[in-house]
Nanobody, 120 residues
Framework: EARLEESGGGSVQAGGSLRLSCKYS??????LAWFRQAPGEVKLGVAA????????LYTDSVKGRFTISVDDSDYILTLEMSSLRPEDTGIYFC???????????????WGQGTQVTVSA
């Protein structure tokens, strides 16, 4: 059964840091990603990683502030977020898909999400 479960969300002031974790099922996919969904908006791809190649993608607004990584021995996907801004607020989902991408249609399996709130 394909499963992803996020943890680590919370509230922080602007400029602060948070670490998100996602426990995923073994063999779920070679490609994992983090998406953010703000109220009333569609899911936006934030960062993606190829598990075996280690190749990463980031949306422009988080480059230099967020780092995606994976521990495929323990099946944990991590998103380290620093210099957080109010516009980073939203529900963060981890996802597993068929290619290295920041597009939601490329991802077949989703976690339930974890809330991140950044106050000014």
């Amino acid at each position: 059964e394909a499963r992803l479960e996020e943890s680590g969300g919370g509230s922080v002031q602007a400029g602060g840091s948070l670490r998100l974790s996602c426990k995923y099922s073994r063999y779920i996919s070679r490609y994992l990603a983090w998406f953010r969904q703000a109220p009333g908006e569609v899911k936006l791809g934030v960062a993606a990683i190829s598990i075996y190649a280690g190749t990463t993608l980031y949306t422009d607004s988080v480059k230099g502030r967020f780092t995606i990584s994976v521990d495929d021995s323990d099946y944990i996907l991590t998103l380290e977020m620093s210099s957080l801004r109010p516009e980073d607020t939203g529900i963060y989902f981890c996802a597993a898909g068929s290619r290295l991408s920041l597009g939601a249609p490329d991802f077949d399996f989703w976690g339930q999400g974890t809330q991140v709130t950044v106050s000014a």
